[in-house]
């Protein structure tokens, strides 16, 4: 069995971080390629994989971002056009064969250097699929969303949707 690295995604980890959004999440949030990508062009050093030879067992994609609204799902991220303000986790999974290996912290941890060099010291995310825990363990809580804006964020990633942010990195 070769041995567990992190590192930075390259255009052939494709299918791979695909198959493994498809292991964790279903069908329900898998999204197109193109808009994958447009997530590792903007901000490379903060998307990353954690690979077992060429098996990709896990990644994270998060990118630097200019607005405290999320960016939608399934759609390329637009061209940055403003200056970014905080770190936005997009989305991070693990595949059956990396569970019980702390690969979630260690990519992050990795990922959060990378925001940090970049003069990031705010973030958000989305938690799904009861995630929300895991994020609290890493310094995250939730926002206060007035009903409208919790009724968007539901009906775009689902009803145990929860937006979170970090304060301070």
């Not at 901000?43 to 609204?69: F, I, K, N, Q």
């Not at 939730?142 to 929860?162: C, S």
């Amino acid at each position: 069995m070769s041995e567990l690295t992190i590192r930075p995604i390259v255009a052939e980890d494709l299918p791979g971080i695909l198959a493994v959004q498809q292991a964790c999440y279903g069908d329900g949030f898998l999204e197109p390629g193109d808009a994958l990508a447009s997530r590792w062009a903007r901000s490379p050093a903060m998307c990353l994989v954690a690979a077992r030879g060429a098996e990709v067992v896990g990644y994270l994609l998060s990118h630097a971002w200019h607005a405290w609204t999320p960016p939608k799902l399934h759609v390329p991220l637009p061209a940055a056009d403003a200056v970014d303000v905080l770190w936005f986790v997009h989305d991070m999974a693990i595949a059956p064969a990396g569970r019980t290996q702390r690969l979630g912290e260690r990519l992050y941890a990795a990922a959060h250097a990378a925001a940090v060099a970049q003069g990031l010291n705010q973030s958000r995310l989305v938690a799904v699929q009861g995630a929300d825990m895991f994020w609290r363990r890493l310094g995250y809580q939730p926002v206060a969303l007035d009903r409208e804006r919790r009724t968007t964020l539901h009906a775009i990633y689902g009803n145990d949707a929860e937006l979170m942010e970090r304060t301070a990195l």
